[in-house]
């Protein structure tokens, strides 16, 4: 049985051609990649499959209940999607064109915890996300 067609029925879903191929969109993603339902619609589009919007939305709604994917929120009511990781990442995003890059840095998980740690919390959660313009390849690792 494929990957996504086991991963789709442990987390409770019917396994169905939409689903799976959106899940499939998602797990050959690269590293950092976000993609809003309308990129994920578009992919399957140019792959001749024939998937409405309405039910891209549906179905990422249901992975994101069944714990399948992130959502992250950006200013401009901008949602991107991304399938659920363990590690902590961060995101920066521009404002013009709204790339959006991956970020993580131990000096500043550290600091949050001790941000957390000083006002009486133990951190279980957070988000980071910063926002500026976009300029090209300068901080690319």
Same mark, same amino acid.
């Given at each position: 049985?494929?990957?996504?067609?086991?991963?789709?029925?442990?987390?409770?879903?019917?396994?169905?051609?939409? *689903?799976?191929?959106?899940?499939?969109?998602?797990? *050959?993603?690269?590293?950092?990649?976000?993609?809003? /339902?309308?990129?994920?619609?578009?992919?399957?589009? !140019?792959?001749?499959?024939?998937?409405?919007? /309405?039910?891209?939305?549906?179905?990422?709604?249901?992975?994101?209940? /069944?714990?399948?994917?992130? *959502?992250?929120?950006?200013?401009?009511?901008?949602?991107?999607?991304?399938?659920?990781?363990? !590690?902590?990442?961060?995101?920066?995003?521009?404002?013009?064109?709204?790339?959006?890059?991956?970020?993580?840095?131990? *000096?500043?998980?550290?600091?949050?915890? !001790?941000?957390?740690?000083?006002?009486?919390?133990?951190?279980?959660?957070?988000?980071?996300?910063?926002?500026?313009?976009?300029?090209?390849?300068?901080?690319?690792?």
């Amino acid at each position: 049985m494929p990957l996504e067609n086991q991963e789709l029925r442990k987390a409770g879903l019917k396994v169905t051609l939409p *689903r799976v191929k959106i899940y499939q969109i998602l797990e *050959r993603a690269q590293e950092g990649d976000h993609f809003s /339902a309308e990129d994920i619609y578009k992919m399957l589009m !140019e792959s001749g499959e024939d998937v409405g919007l /309405a039910t891209v939305y549906r179905v990422l709604t249901q992975f994101e209940a /069944a714990g399948l994917v992130t *959502r992250h929120h950006f200013e401009g009511g901008h949602s991107v999607f991304e399938l659920s990781r363990d !590690e902590h990442h961060d995101h920066i995003v521009c404002v013009k064109s709204g790339v959006v890059k991956e970020f993580s840095d131990p *000096r500043l998980n550290e600091l949050l915890e !001790e941000i957390a740690t000083n006002n009486g919390f133990t951190l279980t959660d957070r988000t980071v996300y910063l926002y500026g313009v976009y300029t090209g390849d300068q901080g690319d690792k």
